[in-house]
């Protein structure tokens, strides 16, 4: 609901402004910044609707003990992002809640994966769902040594070094994919994988189908190559086959993207059914595939799913993996494995992007590709460990929140029985704790009912966080009791 002057409907008070902005300023970087991010949240979830005026920046500066200066940079930066228009002698119009995409859908201007990026400096940051680095990959690390030889040392090849390439290949063969190192690119993660792959297949206009709720860096990256994103319905296990099949059919997309192994926000599995029957249509129907696979090899039971190109030499796969959730998210360290036609496009990209991957990850990729195993078992029982914590946790003290307990991967994804999740997510920031909503995941309008809760903090943290969350959840159901009452509306 947007907070109103009394006098006149479409004004902005600035004492209901600032109590909607909360704890806006414990965040890092310049207070401008800080409070153009508040705002920018508040438009985006539409608590502030289009047509509306804000405040003028002298009263909303007296209102939040800043300087004029802070609320004019800030209004400055959200008109330069397209949010809000400064109108003479009629003062700052919010012109929409958000810019629309090619496909109708619409996004906050900075694209949402930025969001996740923003914790209150003093919370626990449950917004980022990433572990800290494995001390056995760390150690591995230490020990590497860097060959004194120019094919090594100073190899600029944007595709990456030939021993990480050929190690790469053996290790997919091993996994029934027949693969040789010429289809291999070295990236620096799954992040720039993704980017290189939409940017090497997608022209402005072309549908690239989704999973409905999914990695925000995937759809920022397909919105800003001018494609269009359209979702799938999901459901507990991932994209359902029949929604799948019917959109295949009637959009004829270029692409389709998933990230069907512990996903990420959801932390469901795509059944090895529903893979074979989602890749088997893509090839019928001649659609790329990027399967992103960051958590497929954190399955709690340890088994670990084929490529989906696996089987399919023929189809146009792009198999994106990265060692940096698995053991160092510092190494900045992945690849992607497709066909020789498309590695060319890639290359091309990367050396564009930025040239090559750092040396020293890539040697120290290769020698923790010789003790991927261990690792991985090391990785799967901290996570196994972490996920029981938070499932206890979550089940002792929230009660009425609905889950299911993850089978892998390092998220747990939980349904609220009512209110806006980006409401909860503000109270919960203001009890130290920062969470991502289903808003920053949804590839379109859905309700904002869930919030996703990484397992990758230490299980004294996260016991700490949930306590907090406890105690954020009585105060959002005390002070929002009409707010709880309705059902959730739309997102973005
Ligand atoms: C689904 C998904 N894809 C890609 C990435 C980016 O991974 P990387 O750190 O390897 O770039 C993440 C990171 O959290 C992710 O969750």
Known sequence: MTAVDGANPSKLDPFDLAAQLGAWSEGRGPLYRQLAA?????????????????????RLADRLSVSRGTVVNAYGQLEQQGWIRRVQGRGTIVTGPARAQVDGSVAPPDGVGHRLFMPSLHSIDLLVAVPAALPEALDICEQTLIPRTPDICDNAEPAGIDPLRHRIAEWYRASGLPTNPEQIVVTSGAQQAIALAVEAVIQPGDVVLVESFTWPGLLDIVRANGGRVHAVPMDD???????????????????????????????????????????????????????????????????????????????????????????????????????????????????????????????????????????????????????????????????????????????LWVGLPGGRAAAFARIARSHGVS?????????????????????????EVLAIAVERLARAWEAFRAEGSSIFAQPAPSII
């Open 237 to 411: 296990h991932g994209v359902i086959v029949e929604e799948f099949a019917t959109m295949v059919e009637r959009l004829r997309p270029r692409m389709v993207a998933l990230n069907p192994h512990n996903h990420n926000p959801t932390g469901s599995r795509l059944p090895a059914s529903r893979r074979d029957a989602v890749a088997d249509l893509c090839a019928r129907y001649g659609v790329a595939v990027i399967e992103d696979r960051v958590a497929s090899l954190l399955n709690f039971d340890h088994q670990v799913p084929p490529p989906l190109a696996a089987g399919r030499p023929e189809a146009a796969h792009v198999t994106i993996d990265s060692l940096n959730k698995l053991t160092w998210p510092g190494l900045r360290l992945g690849w992607i494995r497709t066909d020789t036609p498309t590695v060319a496009k890639l290359r091309a990209a990367k050396a564009l992007n930025d040239l090559y991957s750092s040396i020293p990850s890539q040697l120290m990729a290769l020698r923790i590709m010789e003790k991927l195993d261990e690792l991985t078992d090391a990785r799967r029982t901290m996570m196994v460990e972490r996920s029981n914590t938070l499932v206890e946790a979550v089940a002792r003290r929230l009660p009425d929140w609905e889950f299911r307990r993850p089978q892998g991967g390092v998220v």
């Open 38 to 58: 508040a705002l920018a949240d508040l438009l985006a979830d539409g608590a502030i609707r289009s047509g509306t005026t804000l405040p003028p920046e002298r």
């Open 435 to 459: 969470v991502a909503t289903s808003a920053e995941f949804a590839a379109h309008s859905d309700p904002d009912d869930h919030i996703r809760l990484p397992f990758t903090q230490s299980p």
